[in-house]
């Protein structure tokens, strides 16, 4: 079964400081997309990373692959409060997606 | 354009008792699917309805969970009886059938507390 790990499970950070959060999975796949979860709300789809060396912005966050050593990053730029959430990363296999464990992020003012 | 809603948004029943969760996927959305987070674990795939065919339902737990989809529309999610390590948050998501992306559009989930 493919393995998804994601870490750290808990980030606290404050605003202005850059952080990365990794995902690393277990077998051969190009599709892999990120996630973000707002309390109570539906996952929201941040970004979609479809071949190796992709590299992705949306205002503060940057996300890239590495299908060879089967890693992405999502990367946080001078964080602000807003980004508080928890983010996915998920796996597409062609028939079902495998997440990793998400990563709770808090930005502290 | 409406998303994808679930309900209950959350629920609590006694280990024994029977429950029914329903997702409304988004219209003309043909793909609807359906997982679970335990707490504190990542989100596990439960199964996938192509309209109202059971395309994929190798990741059901058990006989004790029982989907469907009767006419392509709706779908619920049926437990019983429900067990301690069923509580957990129950996501349903929808895509539309032929897209390259596959992009999944997801509900707020239902979090089921089995007491």
């Known amino acids: 079964e493919l393995k998804v790990e994601q870490n750290p499970l808990f980030l606290s950070m404050q605003e202005g400081k850059n952080y990365t959060i990794y995902c690393n999975y277990s077998t051969t796949s190009d599709r892999l997309y990120w996630y973000r979860q707002d309390p109570g709300k539906s996952l929201e789809s941040l970004f979609v990373?479809?071949?190796?060396?992709a590299v992705k912005q949306e205002g503060r966050l940057m996300a890239s692959l590495d299908t060879k050593a089967r890693l992405s990053t999502l990367h946080i730029t001078a964080a602000v409060h807003d980004l508080s959430a928890t983010y996915f990363c998920a796996v597409w296999t062609g028939n079902q997606f495998y997440f990793g464990t998400g990563t709770s992020l808090t930005v502290i003012p | 354009e409406a998303g994808v809603t679930q309900f209950p948004s959350h629920s609590v029943i006694e280990k024994g008792q029977t429950v029914t969760l329903r997702c409304d996927p988004i219209s003309g959305h043909d793909n609807l699917y359906w997982y679970r987070r335990v707490m504190g674990k990542e989100i596990k795939f439960l199964l996938h309805f192509v309209k109202e065919s059971k395309q994929d339902e190798s990741g059901m737990p058990n006989n004790r969970f029982l989907a469907e989809r009767t006419g392509g529309t709706y779908s619920t999610l049926k437990v019983q009886p429900a067990e301690l390590e069923d509580s957990g948050v129950y996501f349903c998501a929808s895509s539309q059938v032929g897209r390259v992306f596959n992009e999944q559009y997801f509900g707020p989930g239902t979090r089921l507390t089995v007491t």
């Open positions: 990373l479809l071949s190796n060396g």
